[in-house]
Structure formats: structure tokens, C-alpha cells
């Protein structure tokens, strides 16, 4: 009976070349699909806490923050509140966003420009249909945040360290 070790080794010697093309293979599978993950974990797992800042005009909000949480580039964060007219007509409600600001791990502002428009990098819209409000009627609004999974902008915020981000939001009464 011939030994297991003897056979196998027996093998090799005459498979050296099958043997060495199997391990190459192994080796480049083994070295490009490492590469693949790394760069997917780095896009798909990135996140950064936010804050928004209520100002307004005309109108109480039932909150001055929002705090948005954790942030996935390529999704959706709804906020909901209540928005009361101090108006003493009937009024529409109007949105604007200013003010964003990037900050690093440091808590300092990030400078330099994005490298897509802003408006496609984050946006915030919001539920209200432009229905006249009444004077002091309170309407029920859900913000909604949404951060571009653009790579370029992923990349931005990766290569400035980002780590979190504020924003205004101002609600003003249009009469």
C-alpha cells in the first residue's frame, strides 16, 4: 500500500504547471475581489450625522432643529412638523435652503467647491401643496432630505474628511 504523502507529492512532480496556473488564478480572484469590496464598502457604508436649523417668517414651526440622524448618500430622511400662520390673511408657505456647511473631523469648515451643483448633491423638499394657510392654522409638513450617491460627491466628502453637516431651512409666509 502506498503512502498518501508519497502519492500526493508524486502528483505535484508531474502537475507542476497545472498546480502553479490553479494558484495564479487563485491568487488574482482572491487579490480582485478585495479590491471590489473595499471600494463598495467605502462608498456604500459612508454616513454622516446633520442638522438643520428653522428660521422663519410669518409663521411659528413647532421646532427650531432638526436633527436628520445618520445620512446614507442615496436616500431619503423625512422630517415631520407642525407649521402654524401668524399671518392675518390667508397666506402661502414657501421653502428655501441656505447656508450649507461641511465640517471635518476637527469640527472645522470644509472649503472648496463640490464637485457637482449643489442642488444635486442635497436636496430638501417638502410635502406642502401651496394651499392657502388660514390665519393661525397649523398644517402638518414633512421635510425630506436627499443626499446625492454620486461618486464625485462621495468622493468629495471622503477626501475633506466630512464627518457632519448643517444647513437653514426658512419657512416664510407669502401674502
Given at each position: 500500500?502506498?503512502?498518501?504523502?508519497?502519492?500526493?507529492?508524486?502528483?505535484?512532480?508531474?502537475?507542476?504547471?497545472?498546480?502553479?496556473?490553479?494558484?495564479?488564478?487563485?491568487?488574482?480572484?482572491i487579490?480582485?475581489?478585495?479590491?471590489?469590496?473595499?471600494?463598495?464598502?467605502?462608498?456604500?457604508?459612508?454616513?454622516?450625522?446633520?442638522?438643520g436649523?428653522?428660521?422663519?417668517?410669518?409663521?411659528?414651526?413647532?421646532?427650531?432643529?432638526?436633527?436628520?440622524?445618520?445620512?446614507?448618500?442615496?436616500?431619503?430622511?423625512?422630517?415631520?412638523?407642525?407649521?402654524?400662520?401668524?399671518s392675518?390673511?390667508?397666506?402661502?408657505?414657501?421653502?428655501?435652503?441656505?447656508?450649507?456647511?461641511?465640517?471635518?473631523?476637527?469640527?472645522?469648515n470644509?472649503?472648496g467647491?463640490?464637485?457637482?451643483?449643489?442642488?444635486?448633491?442635497?436636496?430638501?423638499?417638502?410635502?406642502?401643496?401651496?394651499?392657502?394657510?388660514?390665519?393661525?392654522?397649523?398644517?402638518?409638513?414633512t421635510?425630506?432630505?436627499?443626499?446625492?450617491?454620486?461618486a464625485?460627491?462621495?468622493?468629495?466628502?471622503?477626501?475633506?474628511?466630512?464627518?457632519?453637516?448643517?444647513?437653514?431651512?426658512?419657512?416664510?409666509?407669502?401674502?
Amino acid at each position: 500500500m502506498k503512502n498518501p504523502f508519497n502519492s500526493f507529492i508524486e502528483f505535484l512532480r508531474h502537475s507542476k504547471k497545472t498546480v502553479l496556473l490553479i494558484l495564479i488564478v487563485a491568487a488574482i480572484t482572491i487579490t480582485f475581489t478585495t479590491t471590489i469590496s473595499m471600494l463598495l464598502s467605502r462608498i456604500d457604508n459612508y454616513f454622516f450625522p446633520s442638522l438643520g436649523t428653522i428660521r422663519t417668517t410669518g409663521v411659528n414651526a413647532s421646532i427650531q432643529f432638526i436633527d436628520w440622524g445618520t445620512i446614507y448618500p442615496g436616500t431619503l430622511t423625512n422630517r415631520s412638523f407642525y407649521v402654524q400662520s401668524r399671518s392675518n390673511i390667508e397666506t402661502t408657505l414657501n421653502l428655501t435652503v441656505a447656508n450649507w456647511t461641511f465640517r471635518d473631523s476637527e469640527g472645522n469648515n470644509v472649503t472648496g467647491a463640490l464637485p457637482i451643483k449643489p442642488a444635486d448633491a442635497m436636496n430638501v423638499t417638502w410635502n406642502y401643496t401651496g394651499a392657502l394657510v388660514s390665519p393661525g392654522k397649523k398644517i402638518y409638513v414633512t421635510l425630506t432630505l436627499w443626499a446625492s450617491n454620486d461618486a464625485r460627491f462621495i468622493n468629495y466628502l471622503i477626501d475633506k474628511r466630512v464627518e457632519e453637516f448643517s444647513f437653514d431651512i426658512h419657512i416664510y409666509a407669502k401674502e
